[in-house]
């Protein structure tokens, strides 16, 4: 099966009870590649599998929450440089089509995960420091693996997402044309990225969780009840691939998701509302820990919060949707081929970009609408 990073296999165990009885199981492998070298290179260089590998084993077991919903996926056990996990399309669970934009009701279910998620370290902290009879921070703790990994402002994954969308700005956008308004965008455009990258420091101003920080939609699974004959409604969700966690105001996450997933006109609708909903949810669980969320911050502070970590979800956003915009024909023939895969994650994006803004009108809307946000927002307001 194909995975941007990873190969992915599905296994399906057939298991003879009794005479009477068969039983099948169904498994999920995530493994570093073995078919693509570029790949594999790059998931150990950043040590992802490994940071993965231990938000499972040691991370996600301690704060884990016996009484509160799963947010993730189950990891059964482990090989040589591979992971086997539930199969969640087995028990139910898929993605949505990533060209077909989240509604109000995926939103709010994707919200709901979401704070289960950030609620388990919350408690996780709490229930550690009233035992130690100081104040706890996971961070301190964990601090080696909740890395900026990709994050990092001279990793070439990154500085090639930065100019690659500059080029894009300078060929293909509206404000192209203008050369005095491009030399004030270029003379912002680097500073801009690296504040947004800096939103993800831990904040000693502002509570902060273990964040996923990779929330686009193959990374989100829902499961589906059926209400008449052609109407299906999401009543779960659960997360998937935990290689980019970092602890961070939750704010960065809610925006991410946001900002990933959902059109740009329908989120600045919708934005109190969504804001609003993931603050109730997470309110709801923490008062069912005896945890008052206004000892852990008020709702204008998380709403400040979001307001700031908007360039955080913005240049993520920037980062991830031009590799992602792609249907499965082009996905494979430019990221599961190790000498393109190389060329446009860590040598020439902004050629891939341009060359996918020129053949497709609907890439070119998409893209283009999340780096003049960035040009509108932060580069001329």
Not at 19 to 34: D, N, V
Not at 56 to 76: C, E, F, H, M
Not at 158 to 181: I, P
Request: hydrophobic share 40%.
């Amino acid at each position: 099966m194909l995975g941007f990073l990873s190969d992915y296999w599905k296994l399906q165990v057939r298991l003879i009870v009794n005479k009477m009885e068969r039983k099948s199981l169904y498994f999920f492998i995530k493994s570093i590649s073995t078919s693509n070298e570029a790949k594999a290179k790059m998931v150990k260089e950043m040590k992802l599998f490994e940071k993965e590998l231990y938000f499972y084993n040691v991370i996600k077991r301690q704060i884990g929450i016996p009484d509160l919903r799963p947010w993730s996926a189950t990891l059964i056990t482990t090989l040589d440089e591979a992971m086997v996990f539930e199969d969640l399309n087995a028990m139910q669970y898929k993605t949505k089509n990533k060209f077909d934009r989240f509604d109000e009701a995926h939103t709010l279910q994707a919200l709901s995960t979401l704070a289960r998620f950030h609620a388990s370290s919350i408690v996780y902290e709490e229930r550690k420091s009233k035992k130690l009879s100081k104040k706890y921070c996971i961070n301190e703790e964990f601090e080696n693996y909740l890395n900026q990994g990709g994050y990092n402002i001279s990793d070439q994954w990154f500085v090639q997402c930065m100019t690659g969308a500059l080029q894009a700005v300078k060929k293909f956008s509206k404000y192209g044309k203008d050369k005095s308004l491009m030399n004030t965008v270029e003379n912002k455009w680097k500073d801009i990225w690296h504040s947004g990258l800096k939103l993800s420091d831990f904040s000693p101003k502002r509570r902060c969780v273990i964040c996923h920080r990779d929330l686009w939609n193959n990374n989100i699974l829902f499961r589906y009840k059926e209400l008449s004959e052609n109407k299906l409604v999401p009543v779960d969700c659960l997360l998937v691939d935990f290689q980019a966690v970092r602890y961070q105001e939750p704010a960065g996450d809610v925006m991410l998701l946001l900002y990933c997933n959902l059109d740009p006109i329908y989120r600045e609708t919708n934005m109190q509302l969504f804001l609003n909903y993931y603050y109730q949810e997470l309110e709801h669980i923490l008062s069912k820990h005896d945890i008052k969320i206004s000892d852990i911050f008020s709702k204008d502070s998380f709403i400040c919060s979001a307001e700031e970590q908007r360039l955080w979800g913005l240049i993520v956003s920037a980062c991830l949707t031009p590799q992602f915009w792609l249907d499965e024909t082009l996905t494979t023939q430019f990221f599961c081929d190790t000498e393109q895969f190389n060329q446009i994650l860590s040598k020439d994006k902004g050629a891939f970009i341009n060359k996918m803004i020129e053949e497709n009108e609907d890439y070119k809307s998409t893209v283009l609408c999340i780096f003049e946000e960035i040009v509108e927002r932060y580069c001329l307001n």
